[in-house]
């Protein structure tokens, strides 16, 4: 018989996998799985078991929210043997999910994460860390996880947008150094990301144009410090009408980026605080990891 490794995060989103959870059950048992189950206990745990365990089954499903994703692919990357996740999400935005076209319905989504097809999906190494779909800077970075889980619970990605905003009263900026493919960029900027996927923070279409998530590129959006209200107002003009029409943002396509600069610059990798650094390399690694989705993306 099949095994597989069910992990879920019981107080992901709204705690909705309580109601589905022998649903859930029954789709894999009916797929001919032996299943292990184990909800998470405490930050890390979804890492802990997915490199310890992943190998001795032959399919690792994670429910959960970004955070949960984040700990699961950080586990497979190191684990010996390598074998393909199923996702069925439960946070509040749910980016990676959306970008690989799984439903948020979560029976539906559990259908697909036994009996779907494999995808080889791009992975990002940040100083050796890994990330799936997004690592960022900035202003509005800190939100996601400042935001409190109550709020991300009611208000799903509009917590992050409201909590954003406050941030604008007191924008920091960083002077760095931005080197990729022979090209050096040196500027002040006040938000950088680098992102696999379609969405950040729920919002769709933010990360470019053409995003594929098995072509060994990220998409690259840096912005610089406006000097003036009236740049500020044309920034957030070309990200709200998702038009990149101003010289004040910097969009590019690479595989190997590093950010250099004189004082502590504080990251999150999937909504998560990844850390302050001097210095930043990400690199991305191509198709490392296989995915279970529908039949069509």
């Known amino acids: 018989m099949k095994k597989l490794l069910f992990i879920f995060n019981p107080y992901a989103g ?11 059950l029954d789709i894999m048992v009916a797929q001919g799985y032996e299943v292990t189950i184990y909800p998470t206990q405490a930050r890390s ?8 365990k992943a190998g001795t089954y032959d399919l690792v499903v994670l429910s959960g929210g970004d955070g949960t994703l984040d700990e699961a692919v950080g586990g ?8 393909p996740i199923g996702y069925i999400p439960a946070g509040s935005t749910n980016d990676f999910a959306n970008s690989l076209k799984i439903p948020k319905d979560m029976v539906k989504a559990a259908k697909i994460a036994v009996s779907g097809r494999r995808f080889a999906c791009d992975v990002g190494a940040f100083n050796g860390k890994s990330f799936i779909y997004v690592a960022a800077f900035g202003i509005f970075t800190a939100a996601s996880y400042k935001t409190r889980q109550e709020w991300k619970n009611i208000l799903g990605h509009a917590a992050y947008f409201l909590e954003g905003v406050k941030s604008l009263y007191e924008i920091t900026s ?14 002040e ?7 696999n996927s379609n969405s950040v923070g729920g919002f769709k279409n933010m990360t470019g144009k053409n995003v594929l998530l098995d072509d060994g590129k990220f998409e690259v959006t840096l912005i610089r410090l406006p000097k003036n209200i009236v740049e500020l107002n044309e920034i957030l003009a070309s ?21 250099f ?5 504080s990251w999150t990798l999937d909504g998560e605080f990844g850390g302050s650094y001097f210095e930043v390399t990400v690199q991305n690694i191509r198709q490392a990891l296989e995915f279970m989705v529908r039949e069509k993306l």
């Not at 745990?45 to 310890?52: H, I, N």
């Not at 600069?261 to 610059?265: C, I, L, N, Q, T």
């Open 45 to 52: 745990d979804a890492f802990r078991w997915v490199q310890e």
């Open 261 to 265: 600069s004189d004082e502590k610059v």
């Open 174 to 187: 960083y002077y760095m150094r931005v080197e990729y493919d022979d090209i050096v960029i040196e500027d």
């Open 76 to 83: 497979m990357m190191l684990s010996e043997h390598k074998v």
């Open 189 to 195: 900027f006040i938000f950088g990301m680098i992102t």
């Open 239 to 259: 990200l709200t009408n998702l038009i990149d029409d101003t010289e004040l943002i910097y969009s590019f396509k690479s595989d190997h980026i590093t950010f």
């Open 14 to 24: 709204k705690t909705q996998i309580k109601n589905k959870l022998l649903q859930i």
